[in-house]
């Protein structure tokens, strides 16, 4: 059975602080495994990785896939509060479902 | 562009009573559709997905059901609500090729009182 795991489950840190979360997985025949903000309502899309130890980019964000060690970890740096909200990480097994296999998700707390 | 409508936002229900939770999308032909269910502060839980219109595969065994039937409408629904029904639900929408993100509507929050 397919399935992914996130660590922490939860986070509190103050603003300027650097965190790393955490994202597992088990599935078959992987295709991609995918980064998601969620602050009130819907996700907001965040990363898609595809590639083993390429790093993808987006202003204080950024995140890498291992696929032999199957994980994938999600940097902020210089954190503010408007990047409290739950990460979530998802991943897709190949075939034409498309379908998103997600974890439990980090929620995380910048205080000022 | 394409976009996802979902509604209502806010529903609170009975238990024991019917539900019927609509999503629609636009500027796309033949997305793969589907629902998710989050529990507060946590992850989504796949529950239903579509790659065609009547073509409907659940991920988990429950209390509801799901149609589809147009190319770009997904209905989520039940005959009877459960309390454990409760929740936030969220229809999504994803190029059937499925190389790019998934899109979400705004989701539903659902009370079963």
């Known amino acids: 059975e397919d399935k992914v795991v996130q660590s922490p489950l939860s986070l509190v840190v103050h603003e300027g602080d650097t965190v790393t979360l955490n994202c597992s997985y088990e599935v078959t025949n992987f295709r991609s495994l995918l980064w998601y903000k969620q602050e009130k309502k819907a996700p907001t899309f965040l990363f898609m990785l595809t590639s083993s130890g390429i790093e993808k980019k987006s202003g204080r964000l950024s995140s890498i896939l291992d696929k032999k060690e199957l994980f994938s970890i999600l940097n902020i740096t210089a954190t503010q509060t408007g990047d409290s909200a739950i990460y979530l990480c998802a991943v897709e097994s190949s075939g034409n479902t498309g379908k998103l296999i997600f974890g439990q998700g980090t929620t995380l707390q910048v205080k000022p | 562009s394409q976009t996802i409508h979902q509604w209502p936002a806010t529903l609170v229900q009975p238990v024991g009573s019917p539900l019927s939770l609509e999503c629609t999308v636009e500027g796309t032909s033949n997305p793969n559709l589907y629902w998710y269910r989050q529990a507060a502060g946590r992850g989504l839980q796949l529950l239903f997905y579509?790659?065609?219109?009547?073509?409907i595969s659940s991920e988990v065994p429950q209390n509801l059901s799901a149609s589809r039937p147009q190319d770009r409408q997904f209905i989520l629904s039940s005959k009877k609500l459960l309390l454990s029904d409760s929740g936030f639900y969220l229809c999504a929408w994803r190029v059937w090729t499925g190389d790019t993100e998934a899109f979400f509507g705004q989701g539903t929050r659902l009370t079963v009182v």
């Open positions: 579509s790659v065609g219109i009547g073509q």
